[in-house]
Each structure stands twice: as structure tokens, then as C-alpha cells.
């Protein structure tokens, strides 16, 4: 079975200070890796995505991801952080066969502090 | 850009009564996705439809039914509806269904009293 796992539930931050939001996938054929950010009431906005090519994938907002198969993980990076960021982020992969379905994570919610 | 329009925003309903919502998908894009989302939670697959057959079923109640229309969009009918149902129901679709992002509706609010 496949699953998405994202660790950390709530990462509190300082404004500028990095960040990284960890997503480890589980998955017995290939994928396609996305991070999707959801602002309060609003529906989810690609940040970025990883179909295949170099593994360091830039985004939108500053934010960038790197896919690493043998750890089976595809985290999320930003260098410097600003209030704006603060929202909830899921990882997710799409299934390379079948149905392509995709698979969300459970999210983390991102608090940058003044 | 077009971006997926989702109808109604808001929809307040009572126990046991039926709900209808509609989607719109990107022009030219063939696959929609429906997700719930509860408070607090990561939206959950319902259902998903390519060229307007049903491609793949998640954890859509038997209550509920989908279909995808000509013009590409969706509506998801919710009968006998319980306190449960409350949530958000995203609407997503793609360009198509392999390697394709989600592009998501802004969601319909759902309050069942």
C-alpha cells in the first residue's frame, strides 16, 4: 500500500529564520511528488512538483524540494521565511500506473512568528 | 488564468436532506477530483472521473454519487445527509490524468444542522 507521511504536525518558526517540512512516501511503483499549500479557507495551490529530471525542484514563494529515492523522501525548503508564509502544507505523490491516484499527506501547519 | 470554479461557496443543510455541488473544471482539462475535507484534516479522495467516466473511488459513502457531465463538469449529489457530512469539498482537476498537478476550487463549505 501507499502511503504519505509528513512527521512534523506543526513547525513554529521565526521570520527569516529557514525552514524545512519533511514528507517521506511509501510507495511499491513509481511516482510523481508534489507539495500543495492551503491558506486559511482557500483550496490547495501547487507550490511545486517532481516528475522526473534533477532532483532539486524550485517552486513558487522561495520554496524549493528535493527528491531523494533512496530515503524515499521529498522535502520542502525555504531559506528565509516571512509572515505570509504561515499555512498549512501537504505533501503528496500520484501513483505512475493504475488509476494515477494521489495520495495526500496529513499536512503541516507552518506558523511563522514575528 | 481560468482556475476551477466551485458552486455553491457556502451550503448550510439539514439532517437527512440531499445537497448538490457543482464544479467546473480548467477548459480543456478531462480529469476531476473530489475531496472532503473535515476541520483540521487532509482533504480525503471521494471520487475522480476522466473523459466523464469514473476513473477511481475513495472513500465516497454509498449516500453520495458523482458523474461528469459532456461539457467536462462535475456534480457530486449527497443524500440523507448526517452532522458528519459537515466540511469542505474540494473540487480538482487536471489536464490530465497522468503526471498532471491538481488544480484545486476554492471549495464548497458545507454545515449539515
Known amino acids: 500500500a501507499q502511503s504519505v507521511t509528513q512527521l512534523d504536525s506543526q513547525v513554529p518558526v521565526f521570520e527569516e529564520a529557514p525552514v524545512e517540512l519533511r514528507c517521506n512516501y511509501s510507495?511499491?511503483?513509481?511516482?510523481?511528488l508534489f507539495w500543495y499549500v492551503q491558506y486559511p479557507n482557500q483550496g490547495l495551490q501547487l507550490l511545486l512538483k517532481?516528475?522526473?529530471?534533477?532532483?532539486l525542484v524550485k517552486g513558487i514563494n522561495g520554496f524549493e524540494a528535493e527528491f531523494n529515492k533512496s530515503q524515499t523522501s521529498f522535502h520542502l525548503r525555504k531559506p528565509s521565511v516571512h509572515i505570509s508564509d504561515t499555512a498549512e502544507y501537504f505533501c503528496a505523490v500520484q501513483l505512475n500506473s493504475g488509476t494515477y491516484k494521489y495520495i495526500f499527506g496529513t499536512g503541516t501547519r507552518l506558523k511563522v512568528l514575528a | 488564468a481560468a482556475g476551477v470554479i466551485q458552486s455553491p461557496r457556502h451550503l448550510i443543510k439539514e439532517k437527512r436532506e440531499t445537497a448538490t455541488l457543482k464544479c467546473y473544471p480548467i477548459?480543456?482539462?478531462?480529469?476531476v477530483y473530489w475531496y472532503q475535507q473535515g476541520p483540521g484534516q487532509d482533504p480525503q479522495f471521494l471520487i475522480s472521473f476522466y473523459e466523464k467516466m469514473q476513473s477511481d473511488k475513495g472513500s465516497i459513502p454509498d449516500r453520495f454519487s458523482a458523474q461528469q457531465f459532456s461539457d467536462y463538469h462535475s456534480e457530486l449529489n449527497m443524500s440523507s445527509l448526517e452532522l458528519g457530512d459537515s466540511a469542505l469539498y474540494f473540487c480538482?482537476?487536471?489536464?490530465?490524468?497522468?503526471?498532471?498537478?491538481?488544480?484545486f476550487g476554492n471549495g464548497t463549505r458545507l454545515t449539515v444542522t
Open positions: 480538482a482537476s487536471s489536464l490530465n490524468r497522468e503526471n498532471s498537478p491538481l488544480h
Open positions: 517532481y516528475l522526473s529530471g534533477s532532483t
Open positions: 510507495s511499491s511503483v513509481s511516482v510523481y
Open positions: 477548459p480543456r482539462h478531462d480529469t
